[in-house]
């Protein structure tokens, strides 16, 4: 079946559907995009510090023009749209097979639209470790852009890519990237989704992952009225790792929902799901995770954890944590916290001369700390607890 009649078979999502009971989906799928104000001047870029290739879209077009010579040391990076005349290419056996894999147990009907309607995005080739990070640009023009990016990667065994993700993207934006990871390869991805708050965006993350191969993804969410990331991730071969984490502070008319799954298909593998998210004002977060072990995935290490700081009482968060074992040799956990700030901390920070609004920050940026811990990259860390401070401090303000 291909991607079009996986779309009619599907439906579009509703919210009588289990996994969209928290999260609206109309706007994401109206025939009328609903508008989203560009932030005039641009922000500085993420990430500026790092010596990294740039690949810019525009309201999801690639702009070659801004765009870095596409060559690098191990890495073969060609467009959707030049691949799709090709009769043969590594990428025709992985374009949209992980999200045809993906629709069991949950369907993901936006997720196919994506795959059958998608005509740009980057397919990239990875042979070796990479000499520096491929950065992914989404810059946000037209107040009405409806943009729909679809990325394909590939690592052959042992080789090593830093992908970084950044941008608003578009006043509605469903993007889809499917990740092939050879044995002994690893993938670290770090996404930061913010800055043009009225925009809308749906993305999903599709990982297959071999033996020994490592998988690690975080992204920072600080702006966007909804956002709802759906990762899956398949370990397949044995003793593989898999991390998906992700920061969130949501302010006023905020929607934020992450909707994980990760499957346990070959023994000795582990996994780890972190999530923190602060909200204020009447912001609404949403944390759907799910821990399936298959039968003989044994001595399977699995964690996932969900956490919301909620900072009055207007804000909300919805956690539905799940596991599923059929292997009987395994460790698996999951938990789920909501909570205020620690008036004990925060009175002893007052105390050190620390006015409140500050020391309300500091204890935020204590609470997403584990989540940040999540990537590997030192001084990429640093660069997203900047980007988090810098909002608070706009925020303050």
Known sequence: MDARERVLALGLPGRRDEYWKYTRPESLT?????????????????????????????DGVFAPDLSDDLSLSGVHVERLCEVSRMDIHWASELYGV??????????????ALNTAYATDGVMIHVTEKATKPVNLMYLHRSETSDAILHHCVKLEEGADLTLLETGPAAARFNKSMEIDIADGAAFHHVRAQGRDHERRAMTHTFARLGRESVFKSFTVTVNGVLTRNECVVELVGPDAVAHVAG??????????????????????????????????????????????????????????????????????????????????????????????????????????GIPRTEAQDMLVLAFLAEAIDEIEDGALARDIVAAVEAWLGRRRG
């Open 30 to 58: 109206d025939p009328e995009v609903a508008r989203a104000a560009v932030l005039v001047p641009y922000e500085a870029t993420l990430f500026d510090s790092v010596d990294r290739l740039r690949i810019v879209f525009i």
């Open 247 to 352: 920061a969130v502070v949501g302010d006023g008319e905020f929607h934020h929902d992450d909707t994980v799954l990760v499957t346990h298909d070959a023994a000795g593998c582990r996994s780890r799901q972190v999530f923190k998210k602060v909200l204020r004002n009447g912001a609404t977060g949403v944390f759907q995770g799910k821990i399936l072990v298959r039968p003989g995935a044994q001595k399977t290490d699995g964690y996932q954890i969900s956490q919301s700081l909620l900072l009055d009482d207007d804000a909300q968060f919805y956690a539905k944590p799940e596991l599923e074992i059929y292997a009987d040799d395994v460790q698996c956990s999951h938990g789920s916290t909501s909570g205020a700030i620690d008036e004990e901390a925060l009175y002893y920070l007052r105390s050190r």
């Open 98 to 111: 992980l999200e045809a894999r993906s629709h069991s147990p949950i369907a993901r009907p936006l997720a």
